[in-house]
């Protein structure tokens, strides 16, 4: 693969909610906004603002870039908590003193448990790992409404969903296949369904080259 097709971070998250989803957004450039898409993008304003704060034995950098060369995945993290720790690793951007990294991802709404949001924090863990040779055994999501945290524990399970993941998405772009519509209770909040058209078997665009072969086809008839 090139290297730079370089998949966003974040599309270990929308993978896991929905394979065409992925699909749609990456290969189609598919972005359609719903009442949660706007209201997340607005609660996310405040995150997306890079910083480091420093707070007694703790630093949170904020909009924090990410990127794993083994996974060829790029993105940001919401916030990285870094805290003062004998077993932590030296980080010599941060004075060369041992720190625990522990990355916060934010979403809005209030506590749920979506397996997905739990990958792509995991994924930016691992991108972390690989970037800086240290080991990150947890990080928090973050619920803007309810203002409630869960922390997530990273397991092998967690691990390697992401690898398989990445490297379906990575298989993805090769190939350039969006993933036929998958039909669940998902669809009726996603935000692409007008697009998607889930309960007809084609997207719009399956529909246009189809009708366009078929025309083509018949001119040649
Ligand atoms: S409408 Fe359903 S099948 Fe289509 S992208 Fe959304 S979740 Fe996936």
């Not at 929308?14 to 957004?25: E, H, I, P, S, T």
């Not at 506590?111 to 790992?129: D, G, T, V, W």
Request: glycine share 4%; proline share 3%.
């Amino acid at each position: 693969m090139e290297d730079d097709n370089y998949i966003p971070l974040s599309y270990i998250s929308q993978y896991n909610y929905c394979r065409r989803r992925a699909g749609l957004l990456m290969l189609e450039q598919q972005w359609s906004d719903s009442a949660d898409t706007v209201k997340g993008s607005l609660e996310h304003k405040n995150v997306h603002t890079a910083s480091i704060t420093s707070r007694n034995s703790m630093i949170t950098i904020t909009d924090m870039s990410v990127v794993s060369r083994k996974m060829h995945l790029m993105g940001k993290c919401d916030a990285v908590e870094a805290l003062l720790s004998e077993n932590g690793t030296a980080f010599p951007w941060i004075g060369g003193k041992k720190y625990e990294l522990y990355p916060i991802e934010y979403k809005h709404g209030s506590i749920r448990m979506e397996p997905e949001y739990e990958y792509q924090l995991c994924a930016q863990a691992m991108c972390m790992e690989e970037m800086f040779g240290c080991s990150i055994s947890s990080g928090a999501i973050f619920f803007i409404s309810s203002h409630r945290n869960q922390e997530v524990r990273f397991t092998k399970a967690h691990r390697e969903a992401v690898e398989k993941t990445a490297a379906e998405l990575s298989q993805m772009l090769e190939h350039k296949v969006i993933p036929k519509v998958d039909y669940s209770p998902k669809c009726l909040k996603c935000s692409l369904k007008e697009i998607c058209m889930p309960k007809v078997s084609d997207s719009v665009s399956d529909y246009l080259k189809r009708i366009t072969q078929e025309n083509e086809k018949g001119d040649t008839d």
